[in-house]
């Protein structure tokens, strides 16, 4: 089936560092969100990404949706301990299955303060 | 995550009993979603409603049954609970082609 190689796994950083997280597939994907998750909750939208090569920001959120359409990346610019937390990509494919979203396995970030 | 609500947020559940777990959006939305979540494994796709009256298996489907009781309400039922059946439950919802609303999730623990 399909699948997003998210990476890394988790992330231990300093408050005010940049971070930067990827995902990568081997199929083409039409759509690329972001989520994340706080502990005890479920995940909330960060990003959304519908065209090749876009770029967007979100406060001090950047994701880019990949040129093949099969990547995107997220960066974080000085994190705070608020961005603690599990960041997930996801992605979607246009036509008959445009219901279904694929997950990444997610990405934890800790913020040491 | 205002706008879909699910119930209970926690269950223990002895091996063998049966449960259903409720989601209801208030956002007017037309698909409604049921995943799992595992360590390390992300978040798997049970069931899926494209619309009121169709429902439709995702990725790991077996051992759940679903009711798409109206436009709001998605329920996901445990016939005979397993503890391969220990995770967090989370419903989502969706209008159109935009992103998918999430709940707070289901904690179930089978024993």
């Known amino acids: 089936g399909q699948q997003l190689n998210q990476s890394p796994q988790s992330m231990f950083i300093q408050e005010g560092e940049d971070v930067s997280m990827n995902c990568t597939s081997s199929?083409?994907?039409?759509?690329w969100l972001w989520y994340k998750q706080d502990p005890g909750e479920g995940p909330v939208l960060l990003i959304a990404?519908?065209?090749?090569?876009e770029l967007t920001s979100n406060g001090r959120l950047t994701a880019q949706f990949g040129i093949t359409r099969k990547d995107s990346f997220l960066n974080i610019s000085a994190s705070i301990p608020s961005d603690v937390g599990i960041y997930f990509c996801?992605?979607?494919?246009?036509?008959?299955?445009?219901?279904?979203?694929?997950f990444g396995k997610g990405t934890l970030l800790t913020v040491n303060p | 995550n205002a706008g879909v609500t699910q119930t209970p947020k926690f269950q223990v559940l002895k091996t063998g009993q049966s449960m259903t777990l409720q989601c209801a959006q208030d956002?007017?939305?037309?698909?409604m979603y049921w995943y799992r979540q595992d360590p390390g494994m992300g978040l798997r796709l049970i069931y899926y409603?494209?619309?009121?009256?169709?429902?439709d298996k995702g990725e790991v489907p077996n051992g759940y049954n679903v009711s798409r009781l109206n436009k709001r309400e998605f329920s996901l039922r445990l016939e005979s609970a397993a503890p391969s059946q220990t995770s967090v439950y989370f419903c989502?919802?969706?209008?159109?082609?935009?992103?998918?609303?999430f709940g707070d999730g289901t904690r179930l623990s089978i024993l």
């Open positions: 989502a919802s969706r209008r159109g082609e935009q992103p998918q609303h």
């Open positions: 199929s083409i994907f039409n759509t």
């Open positions: 990404l519908y065209k090749a090569g």
């Open positions: 996801a992605a979607r494919r246009s036509g008959g299955s445009n219901y279904k979203l694929t």
């Open positions: 956002m007017n939305h037309n698909s």
């Open positions: 409603s494209a619309s009121e009256g169709t429902t």
